[in-house]
């Protein structure tokens, strides 16, 4: 027995020692990987939290880029159209100071144009144009904008009018058109008088408050002055509510004071806009020269022509109300002169011939009158302007034909004129008048005393004629002939004051 328990105790022993074995090497072994395992578990959680993170955060980050840059390109955008508009307005005002015009003056207000008012074109005017919608245009012309929009701007202010609104035209049919390009052909088309295709181009601006402003303002502008008052208020306060800084609505009020007839009002409002940079100085000073002109101030009217003319040179109608002012003070070289700078653009060619024919007439170019009276058509009362005038021309043509010693070609020039007015006898002594005062007008007294000589020949009751034929005898110093004049004049009422005034001149002088 006992050596089985020898055996036994041989096998416990190696049993504890393998145990025990275990114990230190397999155990620190074992606990060695726990650990590793371990550490990585919350390595791999940290992981799958930041994971989790990350995309948060970029998507803020895109958005937060995205928005920086929408932001940098309408400020961009912003800087860029400013830029332009900036532009264009100092070259305007560069070209308008580097032109000033000669010598211009003041007319009446030009007829007008009766635009009929249309459900159609209310409703454009109340209402902007879609900016998508499809607009129809000829087929479009490749060009480049920039350089045809200078060129059209440039041919504009050399006063070759046919030449700029061709180039418009060809600009507003390409491609590349924008609000600025319609703007300015619109505001180009008003200024020369061409109002219906002017409200055509202004109706084409579909952007931008400064554009859209300005455009409001020149139409109200047509509207005003073609009777449609209410149509006008509209676009006077859409031009105000687009771009409060913009003076256009207090021009337009001012123009109002003054069809009103409120003339103290409307000067003194005109006069203060003259104290802001509006670049409506033309339009004010127009304003102004129409005030002077209603008041009989016709020196004033010729002054403010000209500086609207000088602001802007574009501006026909200050053209054609300073060649009227000019005509009715005398100077008729310079009325001429005015009304053929716009002679190839206004519309109302009657009354072009009728000025210069007029201005040729009292400068005694008789031949150049009687061609541009020739001139006029039979539209707007030109038949009966004819009638009178060339008439007149003809009889002046026989009266020098006939002290030429011609007489053969002196009647022919008088059948001419019976032809053109049976009623000779109005035309003669308008004509014989004329003659006179056109040489009393030159201080030629002989020539003038001869003329109305033949005039009271004609009618013997005239006084006005007895008492200026009088004043030529006193200024040639023919008194005695002077004083009968004068002492028949005391017989009528009208010319009593005047000739007692001269009786007691020529007695001053014994």
């Not at 007008?112 to 005017?125: K, R, V, W």
């Not at 084409?204 to 008052?229: C, F, H, W």
């Amino acid at each position: 027995m006992i050596p089985n328990q020898r055996i036994r105790q041989k096998f416990h022993l190696a049993v504890l020692i393998i145990f025990t074995l275990n114990l230190l090497v397999i155990a620190p072994i074992y606990a060695q990987r726990s650990r590793r395992s371990t550490t990585r578990r919350p390595a791999t959680s940290a992981k799958t939290q930041s994971t989790q993170s990350i995309p948060d955060l970029n998507q803020i980050e895109q958005r937060n880029q995205a928005l920086l840059q929408q932001i940098m390109s309408l400020q961009k955008e912003r800087d860029f159209y400013k830029k332009k508009i900036t532009d264009w307005t100092q070259q305007q005002m560069q070209t308008a100071k580097q032109k000033p015009k000669e010598e211009k003056t003041v007319p009446p207000m030009l007829p007008g144009y009766i635009l009929p008012i249309t459900p159609e074109l209310l409703e454009n005017i109340i209402g902007y144009r879609k900016s998508g919608e499809p607009v129809e245009t000829p087929q479009p012309i490749v060009v480049i904008e920039d350089s045809l929009f200078e060129q059209a701007k440039r041919l504009a202010t050399m006063g070759r009018y046919k030449d700029a609104i061709d180039a418009y035209e060809k600009l507003i049919r390409s491609r590349a058109v924008r609000n600025i390009h319609f703007l300015t052909f619109g505001e180009y088309l008003y200024k020369i008088g061409n109002y219906p295709r002017a409200l055509e181009m202004l109706s084409g601006v579909t952007g931008g408050n400064r554009e859209l402003s300005v455009a409001s303002y020149y139409k109200a502008r047509i509207y005003q002055q073609t009777g449609a008052n209410t149509v006008a208020e509209i676009d006077f306060y859409r031009s105000e509510y687009l771009q409060p800084d913009f003076a256009g609505a207090e021009v337009g009020k001012a123009f109002s004071l003054f069809y009103d007839n409120r003339l103290d009002s409307a000067k003194i409002r005109f006069q203060n806009l003259l104290k802001r940079s509006s670049g409506l100085e033309s339009e004010i000073y127009f304003g102004l020269a129409q005030i002077a002109g209603e008041c009989n101030d016709q020196q004033k009217a010729i002054e403010y022509y000209q500086k609207s003319l000088v602001h802007d040179p574009q501006f026909v109608q200050s053209y054609i109300e300073l060649g009227v002012v000019l005509y009715k003070a005398g100077d008729y070289q310079s009325c001429k002169l005015f009304f053929q700078q716009v002679y190839n653009i206004y519309n109302d060619k009657n009354k072009l011939h009728l000025y210069i024919g007029r201005s040729d007439y009292f400068l005694k170019h008789w031949d150049a009158a009687l061609a541009e009276f020739s001139k006029i058509d039979d539209t707007s009362g030109g038949a009966e302007l004819k009638k009178i005038w060339i008439p007149k021309l003809y009889y002046i043509k026989c009266l020098i034909a006939r002290d030429q010693g011609d007489h053969r070609q002196a009647i022919d020039y008088f059948r001419e004129a019976k032809e053109w007015n049976p009623e000779a006898y109005d035309w003669m002594l308008a004509s014989l008048e004329d003659l006179g005062r056109i040489h009393e007008k030159d201080t030629n007294y002989n020539d003038a005393l001869g003329y109305y000589s033949r005039l009271i020949r004609m009618n013997p009751g005239d006084k006005q004629t007895v008492l200026k034929i009088g004043k030529f005898y006193y200024y040639l110093g023919d008194v005695n002939e002077a004083r009968k004049c004068f002492t028949s004049a005391l017989d009528n009422e009208t010319t009593a004051k005047q000739a007692d005034f001269w009786l007691r001149q020529i007695d001053s002088i014994r």
